[in-house]
């Protein structure tokens, strides 16, 4: 498996909504929904936003939705904030010889 | 809460081996409901898999490292270390650890709790 694919980057004024595509091959995801998506703000640890396709943590806003179709993965911020400015990445269990793989991350701009 | 902080070297010298270990606090790393993971990330790349080990010793690697790489346990200690061995400047990175619950299945779930991220540099 290879590393899922993302968009480089992504850009939104506040208030408005952006979506993030994760694109894979069926073997990548492996026909399992456990894919998460992580933040990254510099220079620090990923923070887990979304797990399980669509579920989040305690303490994550639901500014943050998130969905599979087919092949691909696609994180949505919403009411878009200057804190939202940071990396994303999603990740996904697939079963095979590589167990986990990760997308490429995706920089959000806040305009 | 449960805190994961990375230790070791910052600085091995090519073909050498690379060592570091993770102390887990607020948590047992002997849980049957988790698995213990590094992940790496390099300056221009994103993130990449490494590995993780069960409760049971039993591990789980990236095919492409997976020739030079052993995670290993010490329960006594509440540790889990990481060694790559014969590296290269390619494997300069800053490496993560990270718990990964899992479900009654087994399947790793995500990455729920990280340590700060260890910055290692091949060089000579």
């Known amino acids: 498996q290879s590393a899922l694919t993302q968009p480089a980057s992504v850009s939104g004024s506040p208030g408005q909504s952006i979506t993030i595509s994760c694109t894979g091959t069926?073997?990548?995801?492996?026909?399992?929904?456990?894919v998460s998506w992580y933040q990254q703000h510099p220079d620090k640890a990923p923070k887990l936003i979304i797990y399980g396709v669509n579920k989040r943590p305690s303490g994550v806003s639901d500014r943050f939705s998130a969905s599979k179709s087919g092949n691909t993965a696609s994180l949505t911020i919403s009411g878009l904030r200057p804190e939202d400015e940071s990396d994303y990445y999603c990740c996904s269990y697939t079963g095979g010889t590589t167990t986990l793989v990760f997308g490429g991350g995706t920089k959000v701009t806040v305009l | 809460q449960v805190q994961l902080q990375e230790s070791g070297p910052g600085l091995v010298r090519p073909s050498q081996t690379l060592s570091l270990t993770c102390t887990v606090s607020?948590?047992?790393?002997?849980?049957?409901?988790?698995?213990w993971s590094w992940i790496r990330q390099h300056s221009v790349n994103g993130l990449e898999w490494i590995g993780y080990?069960?409760?049971?010793?039993?591990?789980d690697y990236n095919p492409s490292l997976k020739s030079r790489v052993t995670i290993s346990l010490d329960s006594s200690k509440n540790q889990f270390s990481l060694r790559v061995k014969s590296v290269t400047a390619a494997d300069t990175a800053v490496y993560f650890c990270?718990?990964?619950?899992?479900?009654?299945?087994?399947?790793?779930?995500?990455?729920?709790?990280w340590g700060q991220g260890a910055l290692v540099t091949v060089s000579s």
């Open positions: 990270a718990r990964v619950p899992v479900d009654e299945s087994g399947y790793p779930l995500n990455f729920d709790f």
């Open positions: 607020g948590g047992s790393i002997s849980s049957k409901s988790h698995y």
């Open positions: 069926s073997s990548d995801f492996g026909g399992y929904n456990l």
């Open positions: 080990i069960y409760y049971s010793g039993g591990a």
